[in-house]
């Protein structure tokens, strides 16, 4: 059984193609790139393995489970309890804390306000911005939004993190600090991770690289770096 | 998601936001307060005594003539929840409020794992959390004006029915019903809106350009009106119930302010192409470009004016009809006092008068309610294209330029609506009657009279009414745009173009 699958996805905006028949698997417990050129479809294909756009042909596996074929309210659940989703930027709600913005996820599952707070709390310190608990995105640095993002990716302690370009919007030394810091909490978790990057130096915290051009699979590797596997 | 999570993530946001709320609230306050009004005026109870000498059951407590007779007290009670018309348009409008930032704040809580379903719990909430303080507010007020205004006068009767309160499953389901609709009518507009976790997407009902179809609603609405009287006796002779022919022109009317308001879009539409065509400088082309690319806009912005606009059209045709009625009775009156040697006694015929300056009144409060209404559309449209705003300000655009073209796109299709919602309304009791009489018996002995004259009058349109209310409209539609010019500058500053 493989524990995240998708098999030849097709998906248009209108009637432009972003992906034409991807086929790509992630074993459990990785940690894989996905590289290519601006518009080449790597965000898409994210969209698409995470359940938040459904392809317009094709299938998405999740541990044997179609996840293209769920409906949106169960696709939910499962980016509630299974996966964490963490993006470039804008993705804190602004008029909330930064313990209610990472509590969020558990509260949209039932947990209590203060049980929810609790491990919020936890995560902003593993993540080094506990002392910003009751502060509210607009008073952050982008480094610590996006520290705040990743507690909130991982506050359900998700089986597949997926990440979008999540250092695209910092400077390179504060983008390194954060993902130094979520490869490691992955790690100590064991939550694959599917990394979306243009950023080759991204790209080298990855076990593994899947390089993509003009919506497909880059065959070759080339698109940017070749196609290795990082004994990491 | 628990209610303590949910009552949070609702009252969560900005001063907006915090606006939006205190719009809501006040809108539903007041109408609350028509719906109390509306339900006191029916909690009179009629005495069972015989009162005068005519033999109406009077309730002689009250100084107003509306209160004191049962057979008026419907008609007073309907125009109260009429009201409520201008007032839930507001509250609509009130909802559109900070909309952008709302649905982002949405998406967000999508992102974070909310399923669509408690998206949309959390929208719902907040406007219910809302519209239940407003009632509750407005009960207070109700209650509280009810003590205050209690002051008999000197003869001991009251001007307002404050010596009873409306009836308690009334007062209940109005505090309770009122949130629950607006809970309601917020689930039925974020159908429109599909918040996902990548952002949100306005499902749009209406494409390509509006048609003049909307014209056939207002010649579906002026049938009951037309049909009436030819259908009258045949009517009788079904022995139909009482309240058949009321409801059929009430539907009507109805149909015919549905009319006129999705036919603003087509003339909104007109209006865009039309100043396109003949207009010469950047603010006609901004405007007319604007109105081209969203005329359903015009529609939604003066939907709650035109209602009243073809109300107060209405109440014009009622007036000539009513008055023209009254001279020829009065003077035939008169003549049958002087043929038959006694003084001629006109009092009582100034009641219907009055009734219809309180009527006049009540359309000038509902103007007053959809000016307000049409003030937060206009501020809520400018702060939404503010960085756009900011962009052509930034590139050297004059903001008297964007004003213009603000005016424009507001008047260009308000003029022509007003103009219409006033004809239809004006025409639809015409359908009814365009001719009043009276027929005169003389020389009657023992119910057998010599000779019958009967006098006839053509029913008069009063322009100078409808240019008083057209004027009226028009000028609250331009006095509102100037009121909205004023978040202008502050929308258009250059900073703007950095908020996200």
Same mark, same amino acid.
């Given at each position: ?232 | ?290 109105? !081209? %690319?969203? &005329? ?5 912005? *003066? $939907? ?5 606009? +073809?109300?107060? @059209?209405? #109440? ?93 796109? !507001? %008047?260009? &299709? ?5 103009? *219409? $919602? ?5 025409? +639809?009791?015409? @359908?009814? #009657? ?67």
């Amino acid at each position: 059984m493989t524990f995240l699958r998708a098999r030849g996805v097709v998906k248009s905006y209108g009637h432009t193609p972003a992906l034409r028949g991807v086929s790509v698997d992630v074993d459990e417990g990785e940690i894989v790139a996905v590289t290519g050129p601006s518009g080449c479809g790597k965000s898409t294909l994210l969209h698409c393995l995470a359940g938040i756009l459904r392809p317009d042909a094709g299938e998405i596996r999740y541990r044997d489970q179609r996840v293209d074929a769920l409906p949106e309210a169960t696709r939910s659940r499962l980016r509630r309890t299974e996966f964490g989703v963490l993006f470039q930027f804008g993705q804190l709600v602004a008029e909330l804390t930064a313990a209610e913005n990472v509590a969020l996820p558990l509260l949209f599952a039932g947990t209590g306000r203060r049980e929810a707070r609790v491990a919020a709390l936890t995560w902003l310190d593993r993540l080094g911005v506990a002392d910003l608990a009751d502060t509210r995105p607009g008073e952050m640095s982008g480094g610590q939004q996006q520290r705040c993002a990743v507690a909130r990716a991982l506050v359900t302690e998700p089986r597949v993190l997926f990440a979008d370009e999540p250092t695209g919007a910092l400077d390179s030394l504060t983008g390194e600090q954060v993902l130094i810091q979520l490869v490691r909490l992955a790690r100590e978790q064991r939550t694959t991770v599917v990394l979306v990057t243009h950023d080759v130096q991204v790209a080298g915290y990855a076990t593994r690289e899947v390089t993509m051009r003009d919506g497909g699979i880059d065959p070759t590797g080339l698109g940017l770096a070749t196609s290795v596997r990082y004994p990491r | 998601m628990r209610p303590s999570v949910l009552l949070r993530l609702s009252l969560a946001g900005t001063r907006t936001d915090l606006m939006r709320v205190v719009l809501t609230a006040v809108s539903m306050l007041l109408a609350t307060l028509a719906v109390l009004a509306a339900l006191n005026v029916l909690a009179i109870s009629t005495p069972l005594a015989v009162a005068d000498e005519t033999g109406a059951r009077l309730s002689t407590q009250y100084s107003n003539a509306l209160l004191r007779e049962p057979g008026l007290r419907g008609g007073t009670a309907l125009a109260l929840v009429l009201l409520t018309i201008p007032i839930l348009a507001l509250a609509g409008q009130c909802f559109r409020v900070g909309a952008p930032a709302r649905e982002r704040r949405l998406a967000g809580f999508r992102l974070a794992g909310a399923s669509p379903r408690q998206a949309v719990l959390v929208a719902v909430a907040e406007t219910g959390i809302a519209a239940l303080l407003g009632t509750l507010a407005g009960l207070g007020v109700f209650l509280a004006g009810h003590e205050l205004l209690h002051r008999p006068d000197r003869r001991g009767q009251l001007p307002l029915p404050t010596d009873v309160l409306p009836a308690g499953p009334g007062v209940v389901a109005t505090v309770v019903g009122l949130p629950l609709l607006a809970a309601l009518v917020t689930a039925l507009l974020m159908r429109r809106v599909v918040v996902g976790p990548l952002g949100v997407v306005r499902r749009s009902g209406r494409t390509g350009a509006p048609a003049p179809w909307p014209g056939i609603l207002i010649a579906v609405g002026a049938a009951p009106f037309v049909t009436l009287m030819p259908l009258s006796r045949w009517l009788a002779e079904q022995d139909v119930p009482n309240w058949l022919a009321p409801l059929a022109l009430f539907l009507g009317a109805l149909f015919a302010a549905a009319g006129v308001i999705l036919g603003t879009g087509w003339l909104s539409y007109t209006a865009g192409r039309l100043l396109l065509r003949i207009g010469r400088g950047p603010a006609t082309l901004l405007a007319a470009r604007r109105l !081209v %690319a969203d &005329p359903w806009t015009g529609s939604r912005t *003066l $939907a709650a004016l035109l209602a009243c606009m +073809l109300f107060a @059209g209405g #109440a014009a045709g009622v007036r000539a009809w009513i008055t023209t009625g009254r001279d020829v009775q009065e003077e035939a009156s008169r003549a049958d006092a002087a043929a038959q040697g006694y003084p001629y006694d006109p009092s009582g015929s100034d009641f219907y008068s009055r009734t219809l300056d309180l009527v006049d009144l009540a359309v000038g409060v509902g103007v007053v309610i959809a000016a307000g209404g049409l003030l937060v559309a206009l501020a809520e449209s400018i702060v939404a294209r503010r960085r756009a705003y900011a962009m052509l300000v930034a590139t050297g655009v004059p903001r008297r330029t964007l004003a213009a073209s603000i005016v424009w796109q !507001v %008047a260009a &299709p308000a003029v022509p609506a007003v103009g *219409l $919602a006033l004809v239809v309304g004006a025409l +639809l009791p015409r @359908g009814i #009657a365009t001719e009043v009489g009276v027929v005169r018996m003389e020389g009657c002995v023992d119910g057998v009279c010599a000779r019958s004259e009967e006098s006839v009058r053509a029913i008069p349109v009063l322009w100078d009414h409808l240019l008083v209310f057209g004027a009226g409209g028009v000028a609250t539609v331009l006095f509102m745009t100037a009121v909205g010019l004023l978040f202008l500058r502050a929308s258009t500053a250059v900073e703007e173009l950095r908020v996200g």
